[in-house]
């Protein structure tokens, strides 16, 4: 069998510091689909004679674990003759046969291919071998490696120097080489045909910030080599060898010289073991820091939940269930107090590798239940640590199983050995994690129960991270919502339909915002604002800003003076109190808008007579925050039926494109035919609706511009004398003769009678006017005068002349207030009215 001799020694001496690795890869039907210049330079086969055939019969170390059969069937195929000795690892036929889905190594020792099968002095090859299971979209499914284990343990006394001896043997006795990061991550493909470049890419700076060894086996092929775990049993085997050394050199000294001679390849095999050992510490490091690359890809709780249970199975575990307490599922706060018997836990995931459907029905995902004493959950729940249990004996299956009602889940649980984790965080315990290995599996030792308490710290902090991103996310959607108005669909002169839609990306509550509000003369405020920035401070500012501007809109402010304002308060408030923000005043009566701007993208109006959609000319201004710019109001006159859109960037704003393509959309969306408001605020989003979701949040308003006929409005002006208050309820009574509405007479001329008087009590030196407006569900009633009081409702006693009326109209009205104006005050209640 041909083998690489390095220059300027045998084949054993490893004086180039390098050492050939057979490297073979094998496909889901068993058959080699690549075999390298290393393996044919160990096994002595060709690449030719070697592709398509069965793995099982060219690689002659399974025949060393699998028994004479293997060994002769190997031989018939032209193999090597083999030597069988004890096992270090799980058998590779397994792995060839597909039987197990984790990591394997093992050692074998095998006569040379080009000796005679009955040589009795035929050279032995001592070969080590790693099995790694491939999991990729390709038909690769078993990546094996093996090397000539002599090469591995040369004596320092056979090298040419000491430090010749350090050269060739530290920690695996290889010289490592470590090649430039690109060079290594473009290579390493060649040999893994499965993996991607940016899997290469990320293994390889895993290795070069690890320290893996990195073994340069020919010109093309360098892979990182870390054996599997499995080191208990080397190590008490490597203890046993080591007593039974003391025993020998304790029978005299004779036999201790003889003992000496045998004890030479025992030490050479403990020195691999070693290595063995601490390449499996070095194997599960490699496996915490992929489990930690894995999970925490998201904020998203149920994402992380299942990025944590499905980065332990099949590598670590085969069953791994995990259960949260209810206050971190529900995205609430930090759970208050220790758990107890009566705390209920959520399962929110299990991951398995048994037949599927196995789990499902016994113990299926969102089911929740206590845990009582005496049991490891709640043992492992109370104290905070890990708990293993080697094999779930019957008496425990039968425990644990009486927790499942109606439900056996002993065939699913028993023989199998056990290790609960617990999820913690800042020393809370947030859940735990129950994981199980089938009986054919080593059980869970000391060394997992480390690496799982470590695993599950790492998936603590990342549920924690998770379960505050939910809960601060719950905070502020609760918080915008509160803000939010509710909009009355239907008022005097206009229908209104609102949408908001929060961003898709982290921090997705924003400052979006959008408002109505009554004003006097049966005119309504519009606002849609636009706070910059994300989260809670967004949030809470717009709830300052949108407060402000209902304020100053009751003082009935002018639009532009409103802005003034406004951006004045911004600027007292802080510097980074940024905004835009566009107010629209609708009188129903005049039809007509008011519209001043602040830095908002401009309001769309859709004619109802052609259908015609169109961008209103309005000055942009600056936005709020900014200052020293000065804001404009524009006078647009509108026909009943007209629609106007007023929405904020998130909707037609895209990365990278004009916004001018996003407005377009919007007139064009906004002008299709739509049977109600609703229907037509579904049609814009759907429209500009992007592939691949919105950044941004939206804030939407369309607004029907009915208006009011002026036959359905009536105004009057009285005297400040009290005898114009019984004028004032005739007036009124007529009125509403005359509009057909008498049923609703007597009660509307008692309201009128009592704002009248307290408006002719308290004014000074002007008229009183009171004002009538018919609209389809309700009579608008306003009476205004100069003085600037505003009424109170008054606790009125038995023997009291005055505080009464207020108080008669908060009983009898569907909704009253008042508005200070320039002038003075507009007192104005709404009476329900029969649908006409």
């Known amino acids: 069998m041909e083998r690489r001799v390095p220059p300027g020694g045998d084949s054993r001496s490893g004086l180039s510091g390098r050492i050939p690795l057979a490297v073979v890869v094998v496909d889901g039907a068993g058959l080699v689909s690549h075999w390298s210049t290393g393996a044919r330079r160990l096994f002595g086969r060709a690449k030719e004679e070697a592709l398509g055939r069965p793995a099982i019969d060219l690689l002659p170390v399974s025949g060393a674990l699998g028994g004479d059969a293997l060994g002769a069937a190997a031989r018939a195929g032209g193999g090597a003759a083999y030597d069988p000795e004890d096992d270090l690892g799980p058998d590779l036929d397994a792995s060839l046969n597909g039987e197990t889905s984790f990591p394997t190594a093992g050692r074998a020792r095998f006569a040379d291919a080009d000796a005679d099968a009955g040589d009795a002095d035929a050279e032995r090859v001592d070969v080590l071998w790693w099995a790694y299971p491939l999991v990729g979209p390709g038909p690769e499914r078993l990546l094996v490696l093996a090397a000539d284990a002599g090469l591995l343990h040369t004596p320092p006394e056979e090298a040419e120097s000491q430090d010749e001896f350090e050269r060739i043997a530290p920690g695996f006795a290889l010289h490592t080489e470590f090649p430039g990061a690109d060079d290594l991550a473009r290579r390493l493909p060649e040999i893994l045909p499965s993996m991607s470049v940016a899997e290469s890419r990320r293994i390889v700076s895993q290795v070069l910030e690890l320290g893996y060894p990195v073994l340069e086996i020919s010109q093309h092929d360098r892979v990182p080599v870390t054996p599997d775990w499995g080191v208990p049993r080397r190590v008490e085997r490597r203890r046993q060898t080591r007593r039974a050394a003391a025993v020998a050199a304790e029978a005299g000294a004779a036999g201790a010289a003889g003992a000496a001679v045998g004890a030479r390849a025992p030490q050479r095999s403990g020195a691999i073991e070693d290595d063995l050992e601490y390449a499996a510490v070095r194997e599960r490091l490699e496996f915490l820091n992929e489990v930690s690359g894995r999970i925490g890809s998201s904020l998203d709780l149920a994402r992380t939940i299942q990025e944590v249970s499905a980065a332990v199975v099949p590598r670590f575990t085969d069953v791994a269930g995990t259960y949260l307490r209810e206050q971190v599922l529900a995205g609430e706060g930090f759970p208050d107090g220790p758990p107890d018997v009566t705390t209920m836990w959520y399962r929110v995931a299990l991951e398995h590798n048994d037949e599927p459907g196995r789990w499902d029905d016994v113990v299926p995902v969102g089911e929740s239940m206590p845990f009582p004493e005496h049991t490891p959950f709640f043992q492992c729940m109370t104290s905070g640590q890990p708990v293993l249990v080697p094999r779930i004996t019957e008496p425990m299956g039968d425990a644990i199983a009486s927790q499942f009602e109606k439900r056996d889940i002993r065939p699913l649980i028993i023989g199998r050995s056990m290790l609960v984790v617990p999820l913690k965080a800042r020393n809370v315990v947030l859940g735990f994690m129950i994981l199980l290995r089938h009986g054919e599996r080593p059980v869970f030792n000391d060394m997992d129960r480390v690496t799982g308490a470590e695993l599950a710290a790492r998936a603590g902090l990342v549920l924690d991270n998770a379960r505050m991103y939910t809960y601060q996310e719950n905070v502020a959607d609760t918080l915008q919502d509160s803000m939010l108005p509710q909009i009355t669909p239907r008022m005097p002169g206009c229908d209104v339909a609102t949408r908001y839609l929060p961003g898709t990306r982290l ?240 009660t509307a001329a008692l309201l009128v009678g009592e704002v009248v008087t307290n408006a002719v009590r308290h004014a000074h030196t002007r008229h009183v006017e009171l004002r009538l407006v018919r609209a389809d569900t309700a009579l608008l009633c306003e009476v205004t005068d100069d003085d600037h009081a505003v009424p109170a409702l008054l606790s009125a006693g038995p023997d009291d002349e005055y505080g009464r009326g207020m108080r008669i109209v908060s009983r009898l009205a569907r909704e009253w207030g008042a508005s200070r104006t320039a002038q003075g005050k507009t007192v104005w209640f709404e009476q329900s009215l029969p649908r006409r």
């Open 507 to 746: 921090g997705r509550v924003g400052g979006d915002w959008f408002d109505t509000i009554k004003l006097p003369g049966s005119r309504l405020a519009l606002v849609v604002g636009d706070v910059m920035g994300h989260g809670l401070n967004s949030a809470a500012m717009m709830g300052q800003l949108r407060t402000a501007v209902q304020t100053m809109a009751a003082m009935d402010m002018p639009p532009a003076q409103l802005l003034r304002n406004l951006d004045d308060l911004a600027q007292r408030l802080g510097e980074h109190y940024l905004a835009t923000c566009l107010y629209a005043v609708y009188d129903p009566v005049e039809s007509e808008l008011l519209i001043a701007n602040a830095g908002h993208i401009p309001p769309v109006l859709v004619r109802a007579a052609d259908g015609r959609s169109e961008l209103l000319e309005v000055p942009t201004g600056a936005p709020i925050g900014i200052g020293g710019v000065p804001f404009e109001t524009v006078k647009v006159p509108v026909a009943p039926g007209d629609r106007l859109v007023l929405c904020t960037d998130g909707l037609v704003e895209v990365r990278g494109q004009d916004i001018g393509q996003g407005l377009a959309a919007l007139c064009e969306s906004a002008a299709h035919p739509a049977a109600s408001m609703d229907d037509a605020c579904d049609t814009i989003i759907r429209a500009l609706n992007r592939p691949g979701g919105r950044k941004d949040d939206v804030a939407l308003l369309m607004a029907r511009l009915n208006g009011i006929p002026r036959e359905d409005v009536a105004l009057w002006q009285l005297a400040l004398d009290p005898r114009e208050v019984g004028r004032a309820r005739r007036l009124t009574g007529d009125t509403l003769e005359r509009w057909g509405l008498e049923e609703a007479a007597e």
